[in-house]
């Protein structure tokens, strides 16, 4: 079974757009997410672009502020500080990666938590360690709305999660464990990565290494969800995983693109949309 992540996540924002136009009349306002982009990485206006083209999509405002990549990290804390203040906003967002200048800890830090929908602050960040109700990193989120959508359960399953980054690695493992599965979290100096894959009855490949995951990583009927983004010899987009060598030994897997990424900003327009509720007291 090939997982599209984009036609999912079409159904979840068709979901989203009228759950939108119920709060407009309900509330006579409309949720608002904000994006900040300092400097000129390519990817990252595109992915800002796409976010904007979500919240369109969704009926939901959006700002998007731009600086080049001589701001500074004070401007930026005080635009954050000011966004904060704004009773119009419900959501903050500052794309990663920030210019070499910028510390990016102070900055997710400045972020008020209840407007954190990347769920990066510290204190969404500790919720989710306890398994108390918090803004989840969109991608590990959508990556459980795909296992719940093709009616997984996690229940008693062994989970490698390759890969221990804030924003993936980390978050989706602590998911999983809140969904009863056995997780592992293998990294760059794991002994043994391909006997440690080959337990997996669900991997989870996020190393951001084009095509590392062949087949003799995976185990047959294994679920196998793709979160790299990479350029392959023919800088075609690929994955971290190998998908024709794997796909036809696996139970599932997520095609790169049209997989986990579209998943991504669904879930960024869903935590908008949780954030709006959360500022109107709901
Ligand atoms: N503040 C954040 N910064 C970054 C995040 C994040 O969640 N919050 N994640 C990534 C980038 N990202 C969203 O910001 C993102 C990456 C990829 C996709 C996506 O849809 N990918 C497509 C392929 C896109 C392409 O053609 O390049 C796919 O996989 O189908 C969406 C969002 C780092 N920064």
């Not at 959501?91 to 910028?102: A, M, N, T, Y």
């Amino acid at each position: 079974m090939i997982i599209s992540g984009k036609e999912i996540s079409t159904k979840i924002k068709d979901q989203l757009k009228e759950e939108v136009e119920q709060m407009k009349n309900k509330y006579d306002r409309l949720p608002k997410l904000a994006v900040i982009l300092v400097g000129e990485n390519q990817a990252s206006q595109v992915y800002v672009r796409n976010k904007e083209r979500g919240c369109s999509y969704v009926g939901m405002d959006s700002l998007k502020i731009t600086h080049d990549a001589t701001f500074s990290e004070e401007e930026l804390l005080n635009e954050i500080k000011q966004l904060n203040e704004d009773d119009t906003v419900d959501g903050i967002l500052v794309q990663l990666p920030l210019p070499d200048h910028i510390n990016e800890d102070k900055v997710l830090e400045a972020i008020d938590p209840s407007k954190d929908v990347d769920g990066f602050h510290p204190e969404n960040v500790a919720k989710l360690f306890l398994g108390q109700k918090s803004l989840v990193p969109c991608t590990p989120k959508g990556m459980m709305v795909l296992l719940d959508e093709i009616n997984y359960d996690l229940t008693g399953k062994e989970v490698v999660v390759v890969g221990r980054s804030n924003i993936v690695g980390k978050p989706v493992s602590l998911l999983c464990l809140q969904k009863n599965a056995t997780v592992t979290i293998a990294h760059s100096k794991t002994k043994d990565l391909k006997e440690v894959c080959q337990r997996a009855d669900v991997l989870i490949a996020a190393v951001g290494r084009a095509k590392m995951i062949n087949r003799d990583y995976v185990k047959e009927g294994a679920v196998v969800l793709d979160v790299g983004i990479n350029r392959d010899e023919n800088n075609k987009l690929c994955g971290d995983v190998d998908f024709e060598d794997v796909k036809d030994k696996v139970y599932a897997i997520t095609p790169v693109p049209g997989g986990i990424g579209p998943m991504t900003i669904t879930m960024l327009l869903h935590n908008t949309l949780e954030a709006f509720y959360h500022h109107q007291g709901e």
